[in-house]
């Protein structure tokens, strides 16, 4: 009898173990199961954000000459800034800040402006001789900045000191500029007028600057109706350069006056509103 309830007593005692033993696995199996899900969201994690800063860097590869200039030019200007050399790019602030703009023409018919720049980098090495502008124009109306505009370039002789120099390409000869070129010599001229409170006399051709140095910039010189032409068309863009800054300004009032449906009675009474322009500074 005693052997008997022994035996149910150790039969009980195995059931209860392989209970034990079942429950153990089934949990094993529940803690597999979350690891499994656990390294799986992982994964789908990393994928998400892989994909995300893969293609915000390739699209930033594509972003990067939408970049912000560090001097605040506009976007239509191409920065290639030579490396600072004692030929073309001495490193030296402007020790007279910026008091005229002077126009050249490159005296190589056909060359572009990318070539020109390169010719001024190249100078570093070969050391032929001291020459840069801050600004060539291309043929195809490119402006490339070569020296920062608060550094000496050696372009305009004496003038260098207190000047910005602009070096215009031409396909021929005569040293007639292309309409394209044209065009960006004017915008360019009145940007630098605007931003450093300059007018149209105070451009000038390297000629006026340097009369025993050469006929510079050559079409200019030989045609001095052309150039006042140029001159005036300078003015006028400055002028509506600064016309655009001062609406700006006033802006509050007119651009918010656009949508109501009186953008003329609230640009004639933008004078007026001068008072918020005060507010805002
Ligand atoms: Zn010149």
Redesign the pocket.
Known sequence: MAENSRKQELDKTLAARRLAARRKKRRKRVIQVWIRRGIAGAVLILVVVGLFFGIRGILGLFRKEAEPSPYGLPDYIQEEYLTINPYSRPGVKLPGGVQGV????V?NPGSTAQNNRDYFEGLKNSGDTSASSNFIIGLEGEIIACVPIDEVAY??NSANDYTL?I?CCHPDETGQFTEATYESLVRLTAYLCDRFGLESGDVV???DV?PS??A??LYFVEHEDAWEAFRQEVQEATDALRAETAAEENGGAEETGEPAGEGGGAEETGEPAEGSNGAEE
């Open positions: 002077v126009v050249h023409y005296a372009a305009s120099s070096e051709r390297h000629y340097s140095q050469k510079c910039p």
